[in-house]
Nanobody, 117 residues
Framework: QVQLVESGGGLVQAGGSLRLSCVAS????????MGWFRQAPGKEREFLTR???????YYADSVKGRFTISRDNAKNTVYLQMNSLKPEDTAVYFC???????????WGQGTQVTVSS
């Protein structure tokens, strides 16, 4: 099985930046597409961005120009660089792996991001 562990969340002022990391264990993610999602209290899970096995990226309109997804297959890790953060970005952020090419098969437990002021 694959386990995903997110880290890098925390408290930041509006306009600030954070970089989230997602480390996979159990097997390599080099052939997997990876995605980032978020969920605020009382809200539905929201798709943010995806990076394919060969490096193509896709972004939701809400984060285009502010968030950047990247991967380091040698470290079995995917990153989410978040800039120009807004209070409405406050949520639990999840990473996920897509091994099948159709669905996200594995999910992390999430890391809290809180944007103040």
């Amino acid at each position: 099985q694959v386990q995903l562990v997110e880290s890098g969340g925390g408290l930041v002022q509006a306009g600030g930046s954070l970089r989230l990391s997602c480390v996979a264990s159990g097997r390599t993610i080099s052939s997997s597409s990876m995605g980032w999602f978020r969920q605020a209290p009382g809200k539905e899970r929201e798709f943010l961005t995806r990076i394919t096995w060969n490096g193509n990226t896709y972004y939701a309109d809400s984060v285009k120009g502010r968030f950047t997804i990247s991967r380091d297959n040698a470290k079995n890790t995917v990153y989410l660089q978040m800039n120009s953060l807004k209070p409405e970005d406050t949520a639990v952020y999840f990473c996920a792996a897509d091994d099948s090419g159709h669905d996200y098969d594995y999910w992390g437990q999430g890391t809290q991001v809180t944007v103040s002021s």
